[in-house]
T-cell receptor, first 116, second 119 residues
Framework: ETGVTQTPRHLVMGMTNKKSLKCEQH?????MYWYKQSAKKPLELMFV???????ENNSVPSRFSPECPNSSHLFLHLHTLQPEDSALYLC???????????????FGPGTRLTVL | AQTVTQSQPEMSVQEAETVTLSCTYD???????LFWYKQPPSRQMILVIR??????QNATENRFSVNFQKAAKSFSLKISDSQLGDAAMYFC????????????????FGQGTELSVKP
């Protein structure tokens, strides 16, 4: 247990569905991240939030919509996804997103998403 | 742009033996951080070890140690006395050091090395 939880652990959805992924951290951190892990590819950073404000968006398609209502929770809202969006979605948190020496990222267990 | 390369897609080691996983990176920065993360079949990404680029001393965490060669831009992970529980995908990662605006927290990952441990 790293102190970062994700729900659901597995999700199967059709291309017309709307679903949300949830991440919660119990570490008192102020920065949260969404990563996408596809087969045979390095992890790709999707979004970064620091103190509930989005600080980076790596040109992610608009069918992915993040939400960070407070420093402990992070959501990824999904709509009209494509089959190529099937992947493992990992959430992480860190102290403040500053990149300082203490700003190590801790990851959740991921949500395995399958888009039919 | 910063890149991280792990040239060994798969490695195998006998239980109780030592194995070294390779990682090279490319950057023009002088100050940064390097990490090794472990991802077992459960998919939980776990931090194994970290290294600050300004430190010459190689980081060590129990059976895990690194060989950090800054001039060569090389950052290998050595696992001593390998255990069955060490079997996992290992990722090398790079991160800028603060205060680079809007890039401070971003991790750049390599492709990963899948380590199997034989009993």
């Amino acid at each position: 247990e790293t102190g970062v939880t994700q729900t659901p652990r597995h999700l199967v959805m059709g291309m017309t569905n709307k679903k949300s992924l949830k991440c919660e951290q119990h570490l008192g951190h102020n920065a949260m991240y969404w990563y996408k892990q596809s087969a045979k590819k390095p992890l790709e950073l999707m979004f970064v939030y620091s103190l509930e404000e989005r600080v980076e968006n790596n040109s992610v398609p608009s069918r992915f919509s993040p939400e960070c209502p407070n420093s402990s929770h992070l959501f990824l809202h999904l709509h009209t996804l494509q089959p190529e969006d099937s992947a493992l979605y990992l959430c992480a948190s860190s102290q403040d997103g500053s990149g300082s020496s203490t700003d190590t990222q801790y990851f959740g267990p991921g949500t395995r998403l399958t888009v039919l | 742009a910063q890149t991280v390369t792990q040239s060994q897609p798969e490695m195998s080691v006998q239980e109780a033996e030592t194995v070294t996983l390779s990682c090279t990176y490319d950057t023009s920065e002088s100050d940064y951080y390097l990490f090794w993360y472990k991802q077992p079949p459960s998919r939980q990404m776990i931090l194994v070890i970290r290294q600050e680029a300004y430190k010459q001393q190689n980081a060590t965490e129990n059976r895990f140690s690194v060989n950090f060669q800054k001039a060569a831009k090389s950052f290998s992970l050595k696992i001593s006395d390998s255990q069955l529980g060490d079997a996992a995908m290992y990722f090398c990662a790079y991160r800028w050091a603060a205060p680079v605006y809007n890039q401070g927290g971003k991790l750049i990952f390599g492709q990963g090395t899948e380590l199997s441990v034989k009993p």
